[in-house]
Nanobody, 125 residues
Framework: QVQLVESGGGLAQAGASLRLSCAASGRTSETYAMGWFRQAPGKEREFVAV????????EYADSVKGRFTISRDNAKIAVHLQMNSLKPEDTAVYYCAAARFLPIPASRMDGYDNWGQGTQVTVSS
């Protein structure tokens, strides 16, 4: 088990940028793929991005491709989500998730073993 703590959420205007971070603790000697999901009010949680342990594989939801970038720092056991050109529809609670093996498809929530508590991102128009 690993514990995940997200940070970096907040309020931004449309077109601005935010950077989310997720720090992992616990059984970090094991390797994990790390993902980001989000849940807007009244909507189901949805996949945003995932990165493999090596960092060589990344996948993105179509809605964020070209705007969001996922990266990881294995020395610090952290994963980041750089969000550029934010839109009001990006408003959601963003969750970090860890998987022992990269889920196929990456959007499968039941493929992730551990979840953070979430961080709110609000984008105003």
């Amino acid at each position: 088990q690993v514990q995940l703590v997200e940070s970096g959420g907040g309020l931004a205007q449309a077109g601005a940028s935010l950077r989310l971070s997720c720090a992992a603790s616990g059984r970090t000697s094991e390797t994990y793929a790390m993902g980001w999901f989000r849940q807007a009010p009244g909507k189901e949680r949805e996949f945003v991005a995932v990165i493999s342990w090596s960092g060589k594989i990344t996948e993105y939801a179509d809605s964020v491709k070209g705007r969001f970038t996922i990266s990881r720092d294995n020395a610090k056991i952290a994963v980041h989500l750089q969000m550029n050109s934010l839109k009001p529809e990006d408003t959601a609670v963003y969750y970090c998730a860890a998987a022992r093996f990269l889920p196929i498809p990456a959007s499968r929530m039941d493929g992730y073993d551990n979840w953070g508590q979430g961080t709110q991102v609000t984008v105003s128009s």
